[in-house]
């Protein structure tokens, strides 16, 4: 009756009412629920010697993750009455993983002894392991890759052994390549492995990780002993990283012990000396694994690392401290001059692939090139935010600290020596981070920056206000004399490789006081005060839309510089009210209203300005003016300006016009030809003023045919006609004028 049932079934198998069945079986058995959704497709073949399935695919609550096509076994029953499984072919056509499963697996508080595991394996034989096209997605391996997968596999539990082979082989892009050979045998158990892996070019390793541009990874293995205190030899290398020597450990017992101990040399300048690492682990039964110590030494630089792994709940629990002396010597991995000293400590907790990281720094007398600091210290704490795309993607940061006595090349950035800082921003799955907020206080002033930043293309766009209560504590620090309180707020933008960058901001200044006159005047009682200052392709600074207005004065204008060139463009605008403020400058109450117009050209070191001012109803010291009008024209360096400046005054008896050119050469001001007419009268000359000795050299010529025309212009009743000539020349006692004057019927009003 059993051979009957035995061949009854045998032969429902072949039918395809009989596959379809047993497919669907098959399928019942193996979806063991929401995470673990198993789809069959159609069975053909032998059933059971020679089985063909041509699709199966495997989903779980994100969906389908793999998926297997045309899969053959082959095996021989005549090897199960020698007690062995024969299995010719194990194979597939194509193999699509397209990610990793989600976790969700049951514990199993079963231990773990390798001669257990070895002991449960059947007498088996894998003649042919073969996959023709393995492919992973993007969230495997970084980028799409695929395969050839061959292997073979042998136990033979009368011995107690294990041996086989797996290799894969890239078939899709740049050559790469893996291999392992095992043999586990003996009693005592004994070990004998080699282990290669060769990305040449495809760099999946560092595509997997999120990291662009690290290099392709090289690595070998080998080794051979019993595996109570087996040994084996690492060697690797990341092309842009560095290399690794180390020697390995496993100890196997009831628990699972690896150590490794060796040298990284990095692939950076100056790194000519092996760093020394090490790390002792120990995996406890099924589920634990303890990392007893893991280390880092490196000329002065000290790295811990411990903790504990729970496998099958996937959580991980550690501690970790990193110090050093001088930190000049992580010049090689930065790039710039540092130094100080570093303590840093701190934890992981959490599930593995989104840790929670909570850390705490100290570093006194840090430098990083031209920028220093007394003391900085900072808490932070990361909090995973999202699924874990990376381990550079997905998380909040927290952190606040204090930051003493900061120095840019010589000069101090804040006037106070502490300065509070507080930070709360986050990495997300589109690459960038995000600026919350970055405030920074102190007793006189608050910055708070928002924002974010792109690191892959330098990209940013952000938003920063500040409240300076006492404004002198900034200006004392570059010689400027300014009190008051201000507050401004801006918007910026800017891309680090294009590079492009922009500013437009805008504030106010309230309660100033200055020293300087002019400063003090202009000020009362509030200033307003805009710009748009924008850096395009790295070469071209503009300032446009740029404006200061208060109550006695307006300026507005615009400029740009070509940073290679040196080229300026620029245009400006200044409005003066009432020119009471600037009654000091001439020495005389003064009164009335000034435009200024003036454009600017050429380079930095050759500059050329062109200004035209107007102004109406004018008072000096009494005298009235109804209109004025100047044009001046500069060239040349800034050290040896040259130029011409025309004057019309309107006075109410009449005009006033003057004229002449100029030439600055240190302390030498040269005016030639000069001439000044009014009605009836004419004065020209030439003149050679020496500033520092306050004395004039050149001869001046005039003449009026009726004074009483000048009455208005100097504000003096006066007569006649006069013809002068002067000589002007330095003396031994300062200045020496020889003067001819020839007057007619003079009057004044003191006779």
């Not at 695929?146 to 894969?168: K, P, W």
């Not at 930070?423 to 910055?447: H, M, P, R």
Request: charged share 20%; proline share 5%; hydrophobic share 40%.
């Amino acid at each position: 009756i059993l051979l009957l049932a035995v061949g009854l079934f045998f032969a429902l198998a072949q039918t395809q009412v009989g596959k379809r069945q047993l497919a669907a079986l098959l399928e019942k058995a193996l979806s063991t629920g929401p995470n673990m959704q198993v789809s069959v497709g159609r069975l053909d073949g032998l059933i059971p010697f020679d089985i063909r399935l041509d699709s199966l695919q495997i989903s779980d609550d994100d969906g389908e993750w793999l998926k297997l096509d045309n899969l053959a076994l082959r095996w021989s029953p005549g090897s199960l009455i020698r007690g062995r499984l024969r299995i010719n072919e194990l194979s597939a056509g194509a193999l699509l993983l397209d990610r990793l499963p989600l976790s969700g697996g049951k514990e199993s508080g079963r231990g773990f002894s390798p001669h257990v595991l070895l002991a449960s394996l059947p007498k088996c034989v894998i003649e042919r392991l073969a996959i023709a096209q393995w492919s992973v997605g993007a969230d495997v391996a970084g980028k799409p890759a695929s395969f050839t997968v061959a292997g073979r596999m042998r136990s033979d539990t009368s011995r107690i052994g294990l041996e086989g082979f797996l290799r894969l082989e890239r078939t899709d892009g740049p050559e790469a390549r893996a291999s392992i050979t095992w043999t586990l045998r003996g009693e005592p158990l004994s070990l004998a492995l080699d282990v290669l892996v060769d990305e040449g070019k495809s760099s999946l390793m560092s595509r997997a990780l999120g990291r662009e541009n690290v290099g392709s990874l090289f690595l070998e293995m080998h080794g051979q002993g019993p595996v109570k205190d087996w040994k084996g030899k690492l060697l690797a290398e990341i092309e842009t990283l560095g290399a690794v020597e180390a020697a390995v450990g496993l100890m196997v017992q009831e628990d699972v012990r690896l150590t490794v101990d060796g040298g990284f040399l990095p692939a950076l300048p100056g790194g000519n000396a092996a760093e020394r690492f090490s790390a002792d682990s120990a995996a406890h039964g099924t589920r634990d694994t303890a990392l007893r110590q893991a280390g880092f030494k490196s000329r002065g630089v000290d790295f811990k690392f411990s903790g504990s792994l729970d496998r099958q709940k996937q959580l991980l629990q550690a501690e970790f401290s990193a110090s050093t002396e001088d930190l000049s010597v992580l010049k090689t991995y930065v790039g710039a001059t540092m130094g100080g000293r570093l303590d840093l400590k701190g934890n992981l907790s959490g599930p593995i692939k989104q840790p929670r990281v909570s850390f705490r720094i100290t570093l006194l007398d840090p430098t990083v090139g031209d920028l220093q600091a007394q003391r900085l210290e900072g808490e932070f704490l990361l909090n995973p935010s999202g699924p874990p795309a990376n381990p550079f993607q997905n998380f909040n940061v927290a952190g606040k600290g204090s930051l003493d006595g900061l120095v840019y090349a010589e000069s101090n950035l804040f006037p106070e020596n502490e300065v509070l800082w507080t930070l709360d921003a986050q990495s997300s799955t589109n690459e960038a981070i995000y600026l919350k907020t970055l405030n920074l206080e102190a007793e006189s002033f608050l910055l708070r920056l928002s924002g974010w930043f792109k690191p892959d293309d330098l990209s940013f766009k952000g938003n920063a206000s500040a409240d300076i209560t006492e404004l002198s504590r900034f200006t004392d620090l570059v010689g400027a004399r300014l009190s008051g309180r201000t507050s401004f707020r801006a918007s910026l933008e800017g891309n680090g490789r294009t590079p492009w960058f922009a500013v437009e901001m805008e504030g106010r200044l309230r309660d100033a006081f200055s020293p300087h006159p002019l400063l003090a005047a202009i000020a009362e009682p509030e200033v307003f005060y805009a710009c748009r200052l924008e850096l395009v392709d790295g070469s071209i600074l503009s300032i446009s839309d740029a404006r200061i207005s208060s109550a006695a004065a307006k300026l507005a204008g615009q400029a740009s510089v070509h940073l290679s060139t040196k080229d300026i463009r620029g245009r400006f605008y200044l409005e003066l009210p009432d020119i009471e403020v600037i009654s000091w400058l001439v020495g005389r109450p003064s009164g009335g209203s000034v435009t200024v117009d003036a454009d600017i050209s050429g380079t930095i070191s050759a500059p050329v300005l062109s200004a035209r001012a107007t102004g109406s109803n004018l008072r000096v010291n009494g005298v009235h003016i109804r209109q004025a009008d100047a044009t001046l024209s500069v060239e040349g360096p800034p050290e040896k300006p040259k130029g011409h400046i025309e004057l019309a005054l309107q006075y109410p008896e009449g005009p006033l016009r003057a004229a002449g050119h100029f030439a600055l050469d240190g302390p030498g001001l040269k005016l030639s030809p000069f001439k000044m007419s009014a009605p009836g009268t004419l004065v020209s000359g030439d003149l050679y003023l020496d500033i520092d000795r306050q004395t004039a050299e050149g001869s001046l010529r005039g003449a009026s045919e009726d004074l009483s025309g000048l009455s208005g212009f100097l504000g003096e009743k006066i007569g006649g006609s006069a013809h002068f000539q002067a000589r002007l020349s330095p003396g031994s006692q300062g200045q020496d004028i020889v003067l001819n004057l020839q007057g007619k019927d003079l009057a004044a009003s003191y006779g």
